[in-house]
């Protein structure tokens, strides 16, 4: 069993920066493709990025690519999206997923293995 902490939300001005980080135990994440979702109040859940088990194949949603960024460490077995140009609609729980898929297909359909507990990250205006 697999378990993903996520770490680095918080509270941050329109404009800002953020960086989440994802570090995972019990399994190592270098089988799994991960990615990050995020679920805003009264809306439903939704895929944000997705990095491929070896890291060549990114997806990200339109609305954040040119601001987002996922990378990952298998190394350290932690997963990051930096989170630049913050604006109040990024609003939101992130939640770290792992998908036991080389590709990133699965986790995008949301496919997913395993979940993280979620951090909240709020965008003041």
């Known amino acids: 069993q697999a378990q993903l902490v996520e770490s680095g939300g918080g509270l941050v001005q329109a404009g800002g920066s953020l960086t989440l980080s994802c570090a995972a135990s019990g399994r190592t994440i270098s089988n799994y493709a991960m990615g990050w979702f995020r679920q805003a109040i009264g809306k439903e859940r939704e895929i944000v990025a997705a990095?491929?088990?070896?890291?060549?194949?990114?997806y990200y949603e339109d609305s954040v690519k040119g601001r987002f960024t996922i990378s990952r460490d298998n190394a350290k077995n932690t997963v990051y999206l930096r989170m630049n140009s913050l604006t109040p609609e990024d609003t939101a729980v992130y939640y770290c997923a792992a998908t036991l898929e080389s590709g990133t297909r699965a986790i995008v359909r949301g496919t997913v293995n395993y979940w993280g507990r979620g951090t909240q990250v709020t965008v003041s205006s």
């Open positions: 990095i491929s088990r070896g890291g060549s194949m990114l």
